[in-house]
């Protein structure tokens, strides 16, 4: 897919902009002027919530009680278009026609993006990790949504019970129905989260070789609550022993402390823990390789290339690597964020925007 324009209005510090793209965009500027409200802005069309956590009314021009969003684009061989407007909640609209809730964009508008918060994927708990997969799964397969939906539905009631929990054995049996459910959802999950690292180690491997110059290899290992086969039965069968198991450990913790919500990937370069071991660089180059499988994977199993967004990518790494990524990336859009516009246009060509104060400049 191709987005060839937006407007923006009211959208944090950019008040009014207009902006026509090409294939390669890089968005340059000195620090704190807009560069990346512009990729968040352009992220947002995705259906997604603003990937640095703000809440949607934290993304209105301070002292204004609307923001408006406009995209054009090119996907599924036809020219969209799509609408955000953030005012007490968010409302959407994709070529016209009002949707339900924003996630409907996510059909149709795809990216895979890197920003520097990002890096939390390798520095910080599990949940940034999962957050990876499951958003990646999300963009790759329609159902997984609501897989998830439904999962987290079911372990609220069963954490709603365990807070209110009298006796083990009352609980023992009020909880039976609610561990089928969660481990067969769950168990679907995890089978999913599992076939997507398998999927993705190919791809992984390879970018990862080329970054860093041949001579590391990474692997990426699911963490369940137990040792999985990638039989969807034996996953639901071992998950729910394992919810039945921990009952009286849940009802202390007043939560459930076993499942797919708690699960982790690890990830290891030459076999040890880069979260323990690995260097700035390592773990720079970690998540984007992750990022930039994740891409090749996408386009692999729907056709659809993702719009890639690259906010603050180049700092602290060399040429050859800066080179290796843009030339990665040569078969999809790219948006690229920096301070200094020379960096990358040594490297490629591409349409320069200028930010100043949430506007573009000459
Ligand atoms: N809701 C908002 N209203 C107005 N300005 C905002 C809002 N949210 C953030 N900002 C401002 O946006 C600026 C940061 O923009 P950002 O795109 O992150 O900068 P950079 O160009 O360094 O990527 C800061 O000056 C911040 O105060
Ligand atoms: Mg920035």
Redo the contacts with the bound molecule.
């Keep these: 897919m191709k987005i060839s324009k937006i407007v923006l209005e009211n959208y944090?510090?950019i008040e009014n902009l207009t902006a026509e793209f090409d294939d390669v965009n890089i968005i340059w500027?000195e620090?704190?002027?807009?560069?990346?409200?512009?990729t968040e802005a352009i992220y947002l069309f995705t259906g997604a919530h603003s990937f640095r956590g703000n809440k949607d009314k934290?993304?209105?021009?301070?002292g204004k009680n609307r923001s408006r969003l406009y995209l054009e684009f090119y996907g599924n061989n036809r020219e969209q278009n799509a609408e955000i407007e953030i005012e007490k909640r968010k409302k959407v609209k994709l070529n016209g026609i009002a949707k339900k809730s924003a996630t409907a964009l996510g059909d149709e508008i795809k990216t895979v993006i890197f920003s520097p918060v990002h890096l939390s994927m390798v520095k910080d708990g599990p949940s940034e990790r999962r957050k990876f997969i499951d958003s990646a799964l999300c963009q790759l397969k329609s159902n997984y949504r609501n897989l998830l939906k439904n999962y987290n539905k079911a372990l609220e009631q069963r954490n709603y019970i365990l807070k209110n929990s009298e006796s083990l054995h009352q609980t023992e049996a009020t909880l039976e129905i609610w561990d089928m459910s969660l481990a067969k959802s769950g168990a679907k999950i995890i089978y999913q989260r599992m076939k997507y690292i398998e999927a993705l180690a190919p791809y992984l491997k390879d970018i990862f070789k080329g970054l860093s110059g041949g001579s590391e290899e990474i692997e990426l290992k699911y963490i369940g609550a137990t040792e999985f086969t990638d039989d969807i039965n034996d996953i639901e069968n071992k998950l729910y022993d394992t919810l039945r198991t921990h009952i009286k450990t849940d009802i202390i913790n007043h939560t459930t402390t076993k499942g797919p919500h708690r699960d982790d990937i690890e990830i290891l370069i030459n076999s040890k823990s880069v979260k323990l071991y690995g260097s700035q660089g390592q773990q720079r180059s970690c998540v984007l390789a992750m990022k930039l499988a994740e891409a090749s994977l996408l386009k692999e199993k729907t056709g659809i290339e993702p719009v890639a967004l690259l906010d603050d990518v180049m700092s602290e790494l060399d040429e050859k690597r800066q080179d290796y990524i843009l030339n990665h990336i040569k078969n999809l859009q790219v948006f690229i964020?920096c301070c200094d516009k020379e960096t990358i246009l040594r490297l490629k060509k591409g349409k320069t925007f200028h930010?100043e104060n949430g506007k573009i400049v000459p």
């Design positions: 944090r510090n500027g620090n704190a002027q807009g560069k990346t409200n512009l934290e993304l209105i021009m301070f964020t930010i």
